[in-house]
């Protein structure tokens, strides 16, 4: 078989490989989605039989991290990191799909109410009930004001828990979901119990028509019971309750049950050994049973009731650490939920702002299409009497363009008068520059001579004397600052120039510049700057090779300069 077709044949099959495999995910995130609701249970297993290399797609991806997090949460393995359903929530606020991007949202605020973070958890919870809404539909309704009733419980605001309960147990009713309703029913009456109405707590319980056969449902019932019974001081009536709660949790009671709670309770039936026992079954299965207020309230309970009051205290003092670091938790929160509602508000009256102001655009539109019609009508008929105008306009236009040619005529001879000038400029400028040379004709003069006879007694000492009184002179700083001044008003300002642009250039640099530029003989300018006739070319070779190797913007200027002063 040629090569080419082995190569095909196996792209094929491995198309079919993904297609197949895509396809069977698909299936199973079907099937886990029909059996949330009722088998959860079963739901997680299918999901966790998937393994995430098998998700060929971000759909897949969203789902699978939606499921997963609902399966979890139904199966009380309460996660607190929002990583995976955040993939979700990101992929469903793109491509709106308003179920399942309510619930992404909703389970999202769940997850940062288990991890504490009541900002973030309202906001999501905001947003859920905002989606649920629009979506019409009473059971997410329900699920959403369940999470807002627990995120206010988490910030010790019962009150406002109490109005959320209310919300969540009608809404599960018109959902025609009993069981949630009862468990929500159940919740209100626990509520009261928070805000010291153990007596409604109690009545309301009463007052619900047991008739759900579900054993975990029924235990949770009875096991409410105990708080309100305890803080009327009945105890007998709190043990009844709490062993039928035990009855029908059954193996789920070590899972289900509040053991802190119960050790209290049997601390004040003066049954102190039930009450270590559950205290010690608290120890076993929570791991986080030192960071608990309730184990530590239950344990120094139990201490007082033993006269151990040294360690009753500790076990107090470890109960109110906690208190007090969950308290300025929730504080700080409190701050943050008060600016997230403040922020959801804002957002909501922008939204409703930006409608009225669309509406109000279009209908500012339509007014200016109308004034626009009324103007081309008014505007079309203005013009039959602007053309008349128009043509005389033309004709004064053509007299201005006469006048405009006339102008550029006398621009033109100015011009060529500004040129005559200019060339007159550079005759007098030459002058100058002549006579300035011309200025220091006999120092040059006496210069050389001085070179020349210098090694003559007869007449070296009288030219000597007279040279050397003339160099010292023209070598005063004063003079030589003077000398500079000219040469600088006189070549274009380049010492000044040189100065700036050359900043490695020293002041004997600049003077040995200006003493060239003055027109000054090599051998004037050695007696001046007290230097030897050979030095004087190696430093003008080096002060121009540093021009031209640097980046001066005037370097040819002055190089020019100089060359022309050699």
């Avoid at 190569?7 to 491995?14: D, V």
């Avoid at 201005?400 to 005529?409: A, D, G, I, K, Q």
């Avoid at 700083?477 to 000398?483: A, C, S």
């Amino acid at each position: 078989m040629p090569q080419h077709s082995i190569i095909i044949y196996s792209l094929l099959l491995l198309f079919a490989m993904a297609c197949s495999t895509s396809g069977r995910v698909d299936t199973m995130l079907l099937e886990a989605e029909s059996l949330m609701m009722e088998h959860p249970d079963s739901a997680l297993d299918i999901l966790d039989s998937i393994s995430p290399t098998e998700l060929g797609s971000d759909r897949q991806r969203a789902d699978y991290a939606l499921l997963l997090t609902q399966a979890r949460d139904k199966n009380f393995r309460f996660e607190t990191d929002d990583s995976l359903i955040s993939t979700s929530v990101a992929y469903f606020d793109e491509h709106p799909e308003p179920r399942k991007r309510t619930l992404a949202h909703m389970y999202r605020g769940i997850l940062n109410l288990y991890r504490g973070n009541l900002t973030v958890a309202i906001k999501e919870a905001l947003t859920a009930l905002d989606l649920a809404d629009r979506l019409n539909d009473d059971y997410i309704f329900a699920k959403t004001h369940e999470l807002i009733a627990d995120i206010y419980v988490a910030a010790y605001n019962f009150d406002k828990a109490i109005t959320h309960r209310r919300l969540a147990a009608d809404y599960y009713l018109r959902a025609d979901k009993p069981l949630n309703n009862q468990y929500a029913l159940v919740d209100l009456a626990s509520a009261f119990n928070r805000i010291d109405k153990p007596n409604t707590t109690i009545a309301m319980l009463d007052s619900l028509s047991i008739e759900i056969a579900d054993s975990t449902f029924l235990g949770f019932y009875h096991a409410t019971y105990m708080k309100p019974l305890l803080k009327l001081k009945r105890y007998n009536s709190a043990r009844h309750h709490s062993s039928l709660a035990e009855q029908f949790w059954g193996n789920e009671t070590a899972e289900l049950q509040n053991r802190p709670y119960t050790s209290y309770m049997y601390t004040l039936l003066n049954r102190l050994d039930s009450a270590n026992y559950y205290l010690q079954l608290e120890r076993k299965y929570n791991p986080r049973w030192d960071n608990t207020e309730e184990y530590h309230w239950a344990q120094s309970t139990l201490l007082i009731k033993k006269h151990d009051y040294e360690n009753a205290v500790a076990e107090l003092e470890k109960m109110w650490t906690i208190h007090d670091k969950d308290i300025k938790e929730v504080l700080k929160n409190n701050v943050a939920f008060a600016e997230s509602d403040f922020h959801y508000n804002k957002s909501v009256a922008e939204h409703e702002k930006a409608d009225r102001y669309h509406a109000l655009t279009l209908l500012l539109i339509a007014i200016i299409v109308l004034i626009c019609f009324g103007f081309f009508i008014f505007y079309r008929e203005r013009m039959k009497r602007k053309r008349l105008e128009l043509e005389n306009k033309m004709l004064e236009a053509r007299e201005l363009t006469s006048r405009l040619l006339s102008l550029e005529n006398n621009a033109a001879a100015l011009k060529s008068i500004a040129a005559e000038k200019d060339i007159r400029l550079r005759e007098q400028t030459i002058l100058v520059n002549q006579l300035f040379r011309d200025r220091y004709k006999v120092l040059n003069n006496l210069s050389n001579e001085y070179f020349e006879k210098r090694d003559s007694d007869a007449t070296r000492l009288t030219i000597i004397k007279d040279v050397e009184n003339e160099i010292a002179k023209i070598k005063h700083d004063d003079y030589l600052d003077q000398l500079k001044e000219i040469v600088d008003q006189c070549r274009d300002n380049i010492l000044t120039r040189m100065q700036e642009q050359m900043p490695r250039f020293k002041e004997n640099d600049i003077t040995f510049c200006a003493l060239i530029l003055a027109g000054f003989s090599p051998r004037a300018i050695c007696l001046i700057m007290d230097m030897k006739h050979g030095n004087y070319y190696n430093k003008w070779t080096r002060l121009r090779a540093r021009i031209a190797d640097s980046a001066a913007p005037d370097k040819e200027f002055f190089l020019t300069a100089l060359n022309n002063k050699l």
